[in-house]
Nanobody, 129 residues
Framework: QVQLVESGGGSVQAGGSLRLSCAAS????????LAWFRQAPGKAREGVAS???????SYADSVKGRFTVSEDNAKYALYLQMDDLRPDDTAMYYC???????????????????????WGQGTQITVSS
């Protein structure tokens, strides 16, 4: 059973930076796809960024050039470096894990909520203007 625990949330002013971490356990790391999702009040959960065992990354258009996803195999950890934060980045951020996606549509599927079956509890990010 996969366990995912997020940390690093907090409050920051617009233009600032934060780094989220996700401690992962209970799975075969080299078989997996790891991702960050977020959910703002009253909105659906959306994919933010993902990284798979091949090192392929995918990003939501809204965060490209500002957020960077990475992983540390030795520490079984997933990270999300968030720069140039904006008020509309305010949300609960979740770590998720599932099997690597294959096929021509892997990029889109890697950011789809219903493709993931293991979730963390979330960490809140609040960006003030």
């Amino acid at each position: 059973q996969v366990q995912l625990v997020e940390s690093g949330g907090g409050s920051v002013q617009a233009g600032g930076s934060l780094r989220l971490s996700c401690a992962a356990s209970g799975y075969y790391y080299d078989r997996y796809l790891l991702a960050w999702f977020r959910q703002a009040p009253g909105k659906a959960r959306e994919g933010v960024a993902s990284i798979d065992k091949y090192g392929r990354t995918s990003y939501a258009d809204s965060v490209k050039g500002r957020f960077t996803v990475s992983e540390d195999n030795a520490k079984y950890a997933l990270y999300l470096q968030m720069d140039d934060l904006r008020p509309d980045d305010t949300a609960m951020y979740y770590c998720a894990a599932d099997s690597v996606k294959y096929g021509a549509d892997w990029y889109l599927r890697s950011l789809q909520t219903d493709e993931y079956h293991s979730w963390g509890q979330g960490t809140q990010i609040t960006v003030s203007s």
